[in-house]
């Protein structure tokens, strides 16, 4: 049996094969080590002084925004706007005359982390930031 | 050869199955976790205004001039964040002044009384019993509340305008332009809109949901009434009971609830 298993310009792929290998892994070790760090949302004082939000700060990092619609359907549907978390503390549904009254740091506490994730929720656009109107 | 093989497999298996097994008895017990920890409830305030119809009585003999009009306009565009757009085809209006014969275009007639051939008469949403607006809105961001007040959902509307080809009264307005760089004055306790939405009155729902009445009737001086059309002993009624009232193209069948003593 011959041995017909045989490359052509054998030297000549391999290095273009190197080549190609280098190319397509480029982005990766080109940006390797320079990640972003993860933004630390800077928690504003009046925040900090209320100790607890609405709900814990754990639930609070992962579902806001599930919280946040269903206000928003509760408020604007069925005309109900108090919300009593477990503890028996009553709150007013409201983005910006509740959550921003305690946050009051938008730019550091929401955009920061939104940046970051690349997110960009257009609540802003018409819920008003009071920071910004003054 | 062959018993490994085969014993091989099985403990694959085994792995695999344990591997497998292990995130989701994580989500199981964290979710158990929180429907532990917590049961929050949604309620009404406790000082809301409540009714079965909410309306509203305009006593067209205390108003003379626009002049008396105004102040009642910008209360109401005020507290709302309505923009000021000088194009009148951008135009945005809650409340407006509005002459007899195109507000009650079917009711007008040749020799009607020069008071009221002359007289500006505050129109604003209707909210209909019956509202043509609800119905054509093909993402229900336009519904009727419980308490008969026709209200939106800004967040769900698409901007399609079937609405306000619907109203008979020409209470929508559709933002053409970003209204906030029109806003003299934003009020931060109320949403601005956005460009693409169509927006009117809302009876100031907002207020009602803490014991306050509409901002136009506040600042009216007794010119406009607002109460439950379904209480024989509310304000309206007994206005209504006493005067006599009529409503903007009645024959359409909308069942408008604002009233206008002549």
Known sequence: MTNNKKIYDKGMVIIGLCIFVVVITFPFWFNFGNAAPAPEPKIADKAKAAKECVRPKAFMKVEHMQILNEWRDTVVRDAKRIYVNSSGKEFNMSLTNTCLDCHTEKAEFCDKCHDYASVSPYCWECHIDPKETK | ?262
């Open chain 2, 1 to 262: 050869m062959k018993s490994s093989r085969r014993k091989f497999l099985k403990i694959a298996g085994v792995s695999a199955l344990g591997l497998g097994a292990k995130p989701v008895l994580d989500v199981l017990a964290s979710s158990g976790e929180h429907e532990a920890t917590s049961t929050p409830e949604i309620k009404k305030g406790k000082d809301a205004l409540t009714a079965k119809r909410w309306a509203m009585v305009v006593d067209t003999r205390k108003i003379e001039s626009e002049e008396d009009l105004k102040p009642i306009i910008e209360a109401c565009h005020k507290i709302h964040n309505v923009p000021d757009l000088e194009n009148k085809n951008h135009e945005i209006k809650w409340i407006w002044a509005e002459e007899f014969q195109h507000g009650f275009s079917t009711q007008e007639y040749e020799f009607a009384d020069e008071r009221v051939k002359h007289l500006p008469f505050l129109t604003l949403c209707n909210h209909c019993e019956n509202a043509a607006c609800v119905r054509v809105c093909p993402t229900k961001a336009t519904f009727k509340r419980e308490d008969g007040i026709v209200l939106m959902d800004f967040h769900r509307c698409i901007g399609c305008r079937f609405c306000m080809a619907a109203c008979p009264y020409g209470s929508r307005s559709f933002n053409f332009r970003d209204p906030r760089p029109f806003i003299k004055e934003t009020n931060p306790e109320f949403p601005t809109r956005t460009k693409g939405v169509v927006e009117k009155c809302n009876f100031c729902a907002e207020r009602l949901a803490v014991g306050k009445l509409p901002a136009c009737v506040e600042a009216s001086n007794g010119v406009l009434t607002f109460g439950d059309l379904d209480d024989p002993e509310s304000e309206v009624r007994k206005l209504l009971k006493t005067n006599y009232a009529i409503r903007r193209k009645p024959a359409l069948g909308a069942g408008p609830s604002v009233f206008y003593i002549i």
